[in-house]
């Protein structure tokens, strides 16, 4: 009687489980290596997993896990169901194939007597190796995107040039281009179909990566909330036709310094942000050796961990350690340190690794070989991470160079077919629709800035996973093209002259 009972209760459990999806799987594998080394380390302390899963119901800084780690424990504590059992059936239930088999294997484990430290300590290794493979596959991904952008990019720079001939040229404008509604829907067309593709780019790579770094989502809202105050009213007056009145810059102009001026102060706090992340990303692998070397030599855990922050050369985030170095001279609680920390840095990484290393200083005093295991763990993701970084560099000049050349061909081909139009008028054919105009010249330009900006996101979502990484990309793109812009409008470069008939008979 007591077993239905119980079995009936956990049906009832049952009909509110945590949702599985495959993006619920992407967020428990990222956090999947970090909640494994902590499984690890607090069993070579003495520590069984289902207390470490105790300890994880209350960490914030993994929220999948400690989802996971409420669902399991309650099932034990208030159902009365075996911990072997409940993480059998969450490896039947979960959508993400490498926790099942953390799981499985770890009850597998158990049933069979085998050694628990060993299997954990080769399913750490093994999931931190499977990350760095599926870094690699990203990166590959992320390079085909970039590489589809590149195509799209030429397509619609070969789509602007034969636009502009078609509609340039008497003989062939009245075939093609019959009347002035089919004129100003084809350039309405050509306005925004390069932004639409820059979103869909941003909204795929959306998809396919995430950032370490906490709170730029802020950021990047400041940052939409600035361009709508600065762009939205210069949209405006383009739209009512105010700026040609009063000859003021044309539209690419303004929208260009309404675009730099709305990104000034995102990029500032961005920046302030990445500086600090950088540094203690860095810093983090060779504070946990030294502190793990240290202990080796019987230092006390107080003591390990002063000699591990008060070492020089992490820049700004020495200043973190140093204050951190204080606080534990007078006697204050490393969760309150911790706590000091993640106020500072942004940085996902840098705080789980802090987290796990103060927890494990706590529950068992730091075991050397615990210390140590944490030290290459930390050390092998960051190299991965470094490495996932250098092969994406390269793709930010390919986005800088496209869209320089986009501008500066665009409207040179504007400027030069224009200008062809008289010259190679040929008799009995007359412009049923009128000339690439100089407002719709602007109209090119202003959407080649806007597409610009999109780019610049897209780029900096790739290269740092998130959208606020891509804000200075976003800026110095604005600028690359303004500058194409520029050159396209005052450079001594007549093509007109060029293939003109000569005057001479």
Known sequence: MIALKTKRKFKIDKTKPIKQSKEYASKIDRELPYFITLITLMASSGISPYQSLKKIMTYDILPMMKKEAVT??????????????VMNKRAEETSSTLYQDFLAGYVSTVQTGGSIVNFLKSKMWSIFDQHAAKSKQLVTSLAGLVDAYMIIQVVILTMYIMFVALSSTPALSGSFLPDSTALSRSIVLFLIIPPLMAGMLM??????????????EKILQQSLI??????????????????SQLNFLGAPYLIAIALLVASIKPILAYQKIQKMNVAAERATPSILRDIAEARKTGLSPERCIIHGFKRKGYNIFSSVLNLAVNQLHIGVPLRKILNNIRTEVKSWVVQVNFKILFEVMESGGGYADALDTLANASEKAYNVEKEKQAMLKPYVMIGFMIMGITAFTTLMVIDSFSGMTEIFAVPGFEHTTPPITPEMRQMFAGSIVIQAYLVGLFIGKVVSGTFAGGLMYSAMLVATVLMAIVFADYAPIDLTSIFAPSSKN
Do not use: W
């Open 72 to 85: 399991m424990v309650k099932q034990v504590e208030v159902l009365g169901n075996d911990p072997l059992t």
């Open 203 to 216: 909204f795929i790579s959306h998809r396919m990566t995430s950032s370490t770094y906490i709170g730029t």
């Open 226 to 243: 600035m361009i709508a105050v600065s762009v939205v009213p210069v949209i405006a007056l383009l739209a009512i036709g105010l700026p």
